[in-house]
């Protein structure tokens, strides 16, 4: 009797401490809510594949850096690398990566003859590699531009995407930066109109918080505009030209901004740069419809 009244007595302890363990893991925030400056991985993503009219397909891929600031530099080769059904391949993919999740950031076209071969992006990033598998999942299809399948209205279904062509040096210096001038044509559609502010459009929020709850965890201060690695610039309504470092050793500083506004056909900044190497810079015009790129070799001594 007395030996059963100890097991109980134990697991009835047992139980207790299970207990206060689970209800201090409950108070306590997850560690999935933390956002870190630095130190984490990229994880590259297949997004899906469309259908081209000559019968090949279009592998279509992005990346999430887990990072809020840093910007991870991943040199082709080793740690940044596709592998296909001819080994070893450079597909232009970007070697550097800006904060958090970009959708779509570049395609890959392969034959018709495809069929249920892969094409897998590999990338290390502080010596963990992950990896982006893509192949011709019937599920996946998706459609070429992005645009899926909604309906457009007279003036966008008018518009033509923007041309672009910009005039860059081939060479610079850590010194002198670099000018880059972005010459662009458009057909003025979509007409950008004055936004109207309406009461209530920006009331915050009302929700409270319930009374005792644990702050949750917060260790980025002054998160700049992690879509072009700072700068600001998304602001910018209409027509307009915004600036990324598509490969290259280290990020750039992109003046007056990384996007700017076309005038006169044309939108300038300059470039300057921390790190000398080659670098590949990417233009994109955007009527806030539709868009176009152009890419500038700069090599920096």
């Known amino acids: ?4 009244i100890r097991w109980f007595v134990g697991v009835a302890l047992l139980a207790l401490i299970a207990g206060m363990a689970s ?18 991985n990229v994880q590259p993503v297949y997004e899906g594949w469309s259908r081209n009219d000559d019968g090949s397909f279009t592998l279509h891929f992005g990346y999430f850096n887990r990072n809020w600031v840093e910007q991870v530099h991943a040199p082709i080769g080793a740690d940044n690398r596709f592998s296909g059904g001819s080994g070893e391949i450079d597909v232009n993919q970007p070697t550097l990566f800006y904060p958090r999740a970009h959708r779509r950031v570049f395609s890959v076209r392969v034959p018709s003859t495809f069929g249920d071969q892969r094409l897998e992006w590999l990338l290390t990033v502080r010596g963990e590699t992950l990896k982006a598998s893509g192949w011709l999942q019937a599920e996946w299809e998706t459609a070429a531009d992005n645009q899926g399948v909604r309906q457009l209205g007279e003036e966008a279904t008018a518009n033509v ?57 917060h260790n980025v201060i002054d998160v700049p505009d992690r879509r072009r690695g700072g700068g600001g610039g998304d602001g910018v309504r209409g027509l307009r030209v915004s600036w990324i470092v598509w490969r290259g050793p280290a990020a750039v500083s992109f003046e007056p901004s990384s996007t700017v506004k076309v005038e006169e056909g044309q939108a300038v900044v300059t470039a300057t740069f921390t790190t000398p190497g080659e670098y590949v810079l990417r233009a994109e015009v955007n009527d806030n419809l539709l868009s176009a790129q152009q890419d500038v070799t700069v090599t920096v001594r």
Do not use: C
């Open 1 to 4: 009797m007395r030996m059963r």
């Open 161 to 217: 995407a923007p041309t672009i062509a910009v005039d860059a040096p081939t060479g610079a210096t850590l010194s002198g930066g670099a000018t880059l001038t972005a010459r662009v044509a458009d057909d003025g559609l979509p007409v950008v109109r004055e936004r109207v502010e309406r009461p209530g459009n920006n009331d915050p929020p009302t929700l409270v918080k319930p009374e005792g709850e644990p702050e949750s965890p």
């Open 23 to 40: 209800a201090v893991r409950a108070q306590a925030p997850e560690p999935y809510g933390m956002k870190f400056r630095s130190g984490q």
